[in-house]
């Protein structure tokens, strides 16, 4: 069974600052991954999507993936207020996307 | 274009009674999926659609949800007999095709709650 892990934080970074949030997987031939947020109350939004080794750049937001340490990332550069939300992280199994329990972010102003 | 629609958004119903939850995907995905997210966890994967066709139902909890697919697009979720532990939000996603290689798009969701 695979599994995603993810601290659940919060994570509080002041603004302007770069954001590090981290995602574990236990499947070494888990091919690729995605980034969402959810803000409270909502549901979750794309952010970003991974399936080669090396960064993935999106405006401020840049996905890492290293496949022999079995970690993905996600860096938000000049975090602002609205970034606040949980992240979410997902490996794909199959048909379907196993996630990570989120790890909360806090922007402070 | 319009995004993945549910509704309805909200629904409460007593517990025992029946209630159907009905999701609108991305025009042209092809790929169609229901998760469950209860109070402070994680998403839940319940069950997934290619076309009309339901290859992995694994994660539908017990036999008292069922969920269908018509002409490929529009797809209900029904929960029988409703339980205080089936309160949570459903969430609705759709994508292009397999989840590993397409983008997942969600719906906002239908909260569900049992009294």
């Known amino acids: 069974q695979k599994e995603v892990e993810q601290n659940s934080g919060p994570l509080s970074v002041p603004e302007g600052a770069i954001a590090s949030l981290n995602c574990t997987y236990s499947d070494r031939g888990s091919q690729s991954f995605f980034w969402y947020r959810q803000y409270s109350g909502k549901s979750p939004e794309l952010i970003m999507f991974i399936y080669s080794n090396g960064d993935k750049e999106d405006g401020r937001f840049t996905a890492q993936l290293n496949k022999a340490s079995q970690y993905v990332s996600l860096l938000i550069r000049d975090s602002q207020p609205s970034d606040s939300a949980t992240y979410l992280c997902a490996d794909s199994y199959g048909n379907k996307l196993v996630f990570g329990a989120g790890t909360i972010l806090r922007v402070k102003s | 274009g319009a995004g993945v629609s549910q509704s309805p958004s909200n629904k409460v119903t007593e517990k025992g009674k029946d209630v159907e939850l009905r999701c609108d995907p991305i025009s042209g995905h092809t790929a169609l999926y229901w998760y469950r997210q209860s109070l402070g966890q994680g998403l839940e994967f319940l069950i997934y659609?290619?076309?009309?066709?339901?290859?992995?139902k694994s994660g539908l909890p017990s036999d008292r949800f069922s969920a269908e697919r018509t002409g490929g697009s529009v797809s209900t979720l029904t929960i029988q007999r409703t339980q205080q532990e089936d309160s949570a939000v459903y969430l609705c996603?759709?994508?292009?095709?397999?989840?590993?290689?397409?983008?997942?798009?969600f719906g906002p969701g239908t909260r569900l709650t049992v009294t």
């Open positions: 659609f290619q076309g009309n066709s339901a290859p992995d």
């Open positions: 996603a759709s994508s292009l095709g397999l989840a590993g290689y397409h983008e997942q798009y």
